[in-house]
């Protein structure tokens, strides 16, 4: 009897929620809208990729060794090559910022290219933007090695190459930097839904007075709790499936792995995300303090110290360690290659426990901080 009445607070409470997220616009739309907003914007409008690079072509004198090679840039599409006359004018052109990189090829390029000695190339790249000066260089490096090996061929001339590269790309092979920004993104999405609403949700009903006529009710702090935690959890796997739906269907993001295991690791990060949108809400009891808390705890640590655009290796030590503490770390990382890799059970297995025990741990700690009385 006792349980059936449990059974029948925890319903009701559960309906009332429900019905309060139908009834607040702003809780659809952190669930529905924001994840929609924030693809389209990273998809569309934010690339790691350095495409169409304009790049001074300066060719002292042309023939069609020189030709051939210019030819072989202008086919990519890494570069928007651009002829100068001279090299001032392409060094001018490069302190105004209108080329990213200078290709010089010297009036003896087409003589030396068959001798023993063999030809230079010249190539000046604007280092201000350290990842695009890397890419230019890199790619210009992987154009010179091949048409070497192409012209050498057609011509029958003997090219010594000191090492011979042969790249082979896994898991992205497109190297499209959108393959690797919306499965990251995804996670930051998921942290707003849960921490945020969560957080903010609570600290309304604070507010508003709501909060105190429940606490005079008969119903438990694990029942307030859990018709917190259901409801939301279930808004937050909306969001969660139209992002994933999104991200295969409109950016043709491939998801490799089990979209089920997809879903249970998902389910672990969204708890974690709630636990910590609770405890939040539970220190802080006005909207403006929660949410102010919510995005300098949960959402600027997601986006900056997770892996989803800086490289957590690259960081110094001492943020390297600090990062473990970071939920969305693991879940990145098992977005990433459960989208890329597929199901690689040596990465799923230690980053979804440590989602569990984090889980575990902040919703232990709610229930120990929550207490059924107004003080």
Do not use: C
């Amino acid at each position: 009897m006792a349980g059936s009445i449990r059974r029948m607070r925890l319903a009701g409470l559960i309906r009332k929620e429900f019905l309060q997220i139908w009834r607040d616009p702003s809780s659809i739309a952190i669930a529905f809208v924001l994840p929609v907003v924030l693809l389209l914007l990273f998809g569309y409008g934010v690339s790691l990729d350095a495409k169409h690079v304009p790049v001074a072509l300066v060719v002292e004198q042309p023939d069609s060794a020189s030709e051939s090679f210019i030819g072989a840039f202008r086919k990519l599409e890494y570069f928007a090559p651009v002829a100068f006359p001279g090299m001032p004018d392409a060094e001018e052109a490069m302190r105004e910022g209108s080329v990213a990189a200078i290709l010089h090829l010297r009036s003896d390029f087409g003589r030396a290219i068959h001798q023993p000695g063999g030809a230079a190339a010249q190539l000046i790249v604007n280092g201000v933007n350290a990842n695009t000066a890397r890419l230019i260089s890199g790619y210009a490096n992987g154009v010179w090695a091949t048409w070497l090996q192409q012209y050498a061929a057609q011509h029958g001339v003997q090219v010594n190459l000191p090492v011979l590269v042969e790249s082979r790309v896994w898991f992205n092979s497109e190297l499209s930097s959108r393959n690797y920004l919306v499965p990251g993104l995804i996670a930051v999405i998921m942290t707003l839904i849960g921490a945020l609403l969560t957080a903010l949700v609570v600290s309304r009903e604070w507010e508003r007075g709501t909060m105190e006529s429940l606490m005079a009710t008969p119903v438990s702090m694990t029942e307030i709790l859990l018709g917190k935690v259901i409801p939301y959890f279930v808004l937050g796997t909306g969001g969660m499936l139209l992002s994933v739906a999104m991200a295969v269907w409109l950016f043709a993001v491939p998801l490799r792995g089990s979209f089920v295991l997809l879903m249970i690791v998902a389910s672990l990060f969204l708890l974690v995300a709630l636990g910590m949108g609770l405890l939040i809400s539970t220190v802080a009891k006005n909207q403006f303090v929660a949410s102010q808390i919510a995005l300098v705890v949960t959402f600027l640590p997601a986006f900056l110290l997770s892996g989803f655009i800086f490289e957590i290796a690259s960081m110094p030590q001492v943020v390297q360690v600090i990062t473990h503490i970071i939920p969305a770390r693991y879940f990145v990382s098992l977005l990433q290659t459960l989208f890329m890799a597929g199901d690689i059970w040596a990465v799923i297995v230690p980053n979804a426990l440590a989602l569990a025990v984090m889980a575990l741990f902040f919703m232990v700690m709610v229930r120990r901080v929550s207490r059924k009385r107004l003080d």
